[in-house]
């Protein structure tokens, strides 16, 4: 008998709604079973109907379960970080990532990622002592950037997440493996009840690369783990402890997304990282398999359920917070991200691995920085010094780019790494090249500098790390409250993507049934969350 001919009878006064506001609240409902049935007047739908003897007969076209958004994802995820939702603000250095975004999100059940890289020591641990004293015991994670030129930052990072005993750090930039983040993780190895490993260190690896995620799968190099224990930075238990664990508890696998990316497309970065996993869990069989979990292009609600479709674990937004009241970023930067389309985004020279070339991902629309920028990195490829540069191409720059002399900006140099990193003034003494490099980066640094700070003068110069989620969540919140950026709080955005994810998801399962649902009843739709749940319009769902 064909599943059309199959009578669906409801309790009570339930009956399905036929018009397009009805079926989405239906759909919208997603703590109850949600049934598609065949009426005098076309498709219907009814949330929480069940089978029932007596009352009136329809036929059932497909019914989907209830699918609240924790469902979605790893529940393994969830144990592990002490979480509610399978989501992760992600980290966007500089404190853009803000203290303030991390707190919120921690008391709504949500891991965030602080933005600590570029930050001063004594700016990570205020932000750390924070944590401390306004979200005891709730889970969150601080960022931990490579710094292939700068290794004391990275080192007194590590140093510093330590001694606050931070539990989770989410380390991005890598290209290989370095003692610094291995160290992170061997310090908190221990035996457990049973003789288990216990990693009370857990660290998220944010790749674009298949090497470079299997090293972080694998358990930590033996030479590294060596060396440490030769330096007195872990001890030998840790060292035989480390074999029994991967480097990593979760693997982010980032595709074309804001700041630093390889630009690759999700949907042919993910399944591969996944099958190396288990290649590698095949091999290892860890305890607790590797997670993977899905970053760049996660913008709108359709995106998030794609990528838990295609498996990740857990979904990471980046741009998209960044709009949000409770991010680093300037008003005037953030009014500038609430207006960029998808295609407003170029790749320019990024400051922290300027002199190899490596790019990132910003905003182009408002901003003359991609260019500037380029044209820097051109500038230094081109010549060996700043007093190779021709005298006409440097009163340029000293006029328009830099507004100062460049002399004066190396004398801030100077006066930066003098507290920073005195190493950096150390290569440049007997390098031209080098000197020229620190300069140039000065530019690259100021302009995200200028964009945290509003520095009104300063807005076509503004570095806004950013993707095309960007504009695909511009694009989704138009006509609703989210549209406005004073109304985007990273917890109302978090809930609503997740929300969403779990309403689309469903869709999708009522597709594969065969069942083709109104286009005004398919789109996810965000109202403020304490609004009451009305039901004459799509609008009115939470």
């Known amino acids: 008998m064909d599943h059309r001919d199959i009578p669906l009878r409801w309790h009570g006064e339930r009956h399905p709604s036929t018009d397009s ?36 007969g329809l036929p059932l076209l497909a019914s989907v379960p209830p699918l609240p958004p924790h469902r979605l994802g790893s529940a393994a995820f969830l144990t592990a970080h002490g979480v509610r939702q399978p989501y992760l603000a992600g980290a966007m250095a500089g404190g853009i990532a803000s203290a303030d975004m991390v707190v919120a999100l921690a ?22 002592t924070r944590f401390a004293a306004e979200i005891p015991g709730l889970p969150y994670a601080v960022n931990l950037i490579h710094s292939p030129s700068e290794d004391r930052l990275e080192r007194e990072a590590v140093e510093l997440f330590l001694r606050h005993q931070v539990r989770c750090v989410e380390a991005s930039a890598f290209m290989g493996l370095t003692p610094h983040v291995v160290r992170y993780r061997l310090a908190g190895l221990r035996r457990g009840e049973g003789g288990r490993v216990v990693a009370e260190n857990r ?53 074309d997304s804001g700041g630093h990316t390889d630009r690759r497309p999700l949907p042919a970065l993910l399944p591969t990282i996944v099958r190396l996993r288990d290649a590698v869990q095949h091999e290892h069989r860890y305890a607790a398999p590797v997670r993977v979990g899905a970053a760049g292009g996660i913008g709108t609600p359709a995106a998030v359920a794609a990528a838990f479709a295609m498996g990740a674990a857990y979904v990471v937004t ?45 905003l182009k629309k408002g901003t003359l920085f991609p260019m500037r920028a380029r044209r820097l990195y051109q500038l230094y490829q081109a010549h060996d010094g700043l007093e190779d540069l021709p005298a006409a191409e440097r009163a340029k720059l000293e006029q328009q780019v830099f507004r100062r002399p460049l002399e004066d900006v190396w004398n801030d140099c100077v006066g930066y790494f003098e507290r920073r990193d005195p190493e950096q003034l150390t290569r440049a003494a007997g390098s031209p090249k080098r000197k020229m490099a620190l300069v140039f980066r000065w530019y690259l640094g100021m302009a995200s500098r200028w964009a945290v700070t509003g520095e ?87």
């Open 21 to 56: 506001a009805g079926i989405y609240q239906a759909l919208a409902d997603l703590d109850e079973q949600c049934s598609i049935v065949l009426t005098a007047d076309g498709i219907g739908a009814v949330s929480g109907g069940a089978a029932s003897a007596g009352g009136a």
């Open 107 to 128: 008391r709504e059940g949500f891991l965030a990622s602080f933005g600590a890289a570029g930050l001063l020591p004594e700016a990570i641990a205020r932000a750390l």
């Open 203 to 255: 660290l998220i690896a944010k790749v674009s690369r298949p090497e470079t995620a299997e090293r972080f799968m694998r358990p930590a190099p033996a030479a590294l783990v060596s060396t440490l224990v030769e330096q007195g930075l872990a001890t030998p238990e840790q060292a035989a402890l480390a074999h029994h664990v991967p480097l990593a508890d979760d693997i982010t696998v980032e595709a």
């Open 318 to 362: 980046g741009s998209v917070n960044q709009s949000c009241l409770e991010s680093g970023a300037s008003p005037a930067a953030k009014a500038m991200l609430a207006e960029a389309d998808i295609a407003d985004c170029e790749m320019a020279p990024a400051a922290d691995m300027f002199e190899m070339g490596v790019e990132l991902q910003v």
């Open 456 to 542: 009104p003068d300063r807005v076509t110069d503004y570095q806004i790390w950013t993707g095309p989620a960007m504009g695909s969540f511009n694009d989704w919140t138009t006509g609703s409250y989210l549209k406005t950026p004073g109304n985007r709080r990273v917890t109302d955005v978090a809930h609503h993507l997740m929300r969403g994810a779990a309403f689309h998801t469903r869709l999708a399962h009522l597709r594969t049934a065969g069942v083709s649902i109104p286009p005004s009843a398919a789109d996810y739709r965000p109202v403020p969350l304490d609004a009451p749940v009305l039901g004459s319009s799509p609008a009115g769902t939470r």
